[in-house]
T-cell receptor
């Protein structure tokens, strides 16, 4: 079974803090994704990575950066958290870009 | 206008009813996914379709590529089917997933 884990289920941070969200997958998948999910807007792609040290911007990359130093690990960084980044963050991985994505349990982030 | 539209947005059904959730899209696609998200956040992939029909247990998914439309059917619905069902298409030009906003299904006993 594919397993995608995320470092935290719930996180509370203050405005201006640097926030790290980590995602680990155990199936040797090439592709990893970070989404945020907001009511009425569905899932929106922030960044994805198709190989170690490779990344591409998604639909809403502003205010975020990512890091993929190892194949199994994909980190999302909020350089200076703002209240409008309060959201559910979901990580996913897949072998091929167009194939089934396997999702982590999500991190609910609250920025005060 | 969203590139992926789902209907209805909310659906309440009685246990045992046959349920249909619809997805229409406007882009050229290479595949379409149906996903299920339970309260608490976890998302599970139900189906990936590029043509025709797939069945898994009480769930059936169909796609009509010419009409750019897919349906997810649940037969003999049960309260444990209560979840958000999300349609997502793989954009044929970019290979990126484009998500619908989801259908919130509540099945009452």
């Amino acid at each position: 079974d594919v397993k995608v884990t995320q470092s935290s289920r719930y996180l509370v941070k203050r405005t201006g803090e640097k926030v790290f969200l980590e995602c680990v997958q155990d199936m040797d998948h090439e592709n990893m994704f970070w989404y945020r999910q907001d009511p009425g807007l569905g899932l929106r792609l922030i960044y994805f990575s198709y190989d170690v040290k490779m990344k591409e911007k998604g639909d809403i990359p502003e205010g975020y950066s990512v890091s993929r130093e190892k194949k199994e690990r994909f980190s999302l960084i909020l350089e200076s958290a703002s209240t409008n980044q309060t959201s559910m963050y979901l990580c996913a991985s897949s072998f091929f870009l167009e194939e089934t994505q396997y999702f982590g349990p999500g991190t609910r982030l609250l920025v005060l | 206008k969203n590139e992926v539209e789902q209907s209805p947005q909310n659906l309440t059904a009685q246990e045992g009813e046959f349920i249909t959730i619809n997805c229409s899209y406007s882009v050229g696609i290479s595949a379409l996914h149906w996903l299920q998200q339970h309260p608490g956040g976890g998302i599970v992939s139900l189906f990936m379709l590029s043509s025709g029909k797939k069945k898994h247990g009480r769930l059936i998914a169909t796609i009509n590529i010419q009409e750019k439309h897919s349906s997810l059917h649940i037969t003999a619905s049960h309260p444990r089917d209560s979840a958000v069902y999300i349609c997502a298409v793989v954009d044929g030009a970019t290979n990126k997933l484009i998500f619908g906003t989801g259908t919130l299904l509540a099945v009452q006993p």
